[in-house]
């Protein structure tokens, strides 16, 4: 599958913004998504993720109440809605697939085997 993430851009503190990531293919539904985010000079970090029916969902603490992830399965489109951005916020975000069948989605960078370019979010104090 091959993943496409849109949507970033510069936001001021306090603002919002929805990301959206394409999948290819025809078996999206079989994928558990997942958010990741990489700040400079940071490692990368777990953001979110969604099972594949959209019924599970597990969000960092740092973004739990903020960020909500969703996916239409039938637009193999995963969707990151970010409210009440901050600066720390900044960062790289890319969406990654798990292709393997896990009752609930994974959190582990490791454990996705598929992940789309990155989208810079800059958000200004």
């Known amino acids: 599958v091959q993943l496409q993430a849109f949507g970033g851009g510069l936001v001021q503190a306090g603002g919002s913004l929805r990301l959206s990531c394409a999948a290819s293919?025809?078996?999206?539904?079989?994928?558990?998504m997942g958010w990741f985010r990489q700040a400079p000079g940071k490692v990368r970090e777990f953001v979110a993720s969604?099972?594949?029916?959209?019924?599970?969902?597990y969000y960092a603490d740092s973004v739990k109440g903020r960020f909500t992830i969703s996916r239409d399965n039938a637009k193999n489109t995963v969707y990151l809605q970010m409210n009440s951005l901050k600066p720390e916020d900044t960062a790289v975000y890319y969406c990654?697939?798990?292709?393997?069948?896990?009752?609930?989605?994974?959190?582990?960078?490791?454990?996705?085997?598929?992940w789309g370019q990155g989208t810079q979010v800059t958000v200004s104090s």
């Open positions: 293919g025809r078996t999206f539904s079989s994928y558990s």
């Open positions: 990654a697939a798990d292709r393997l069948l896990r009752h609930t989605p994974s959190k582990d960078e490791d454990e996705y085997d598929y």
């Open positions: 969604i099972s594949r029916s959209g019924g599970i969902t």
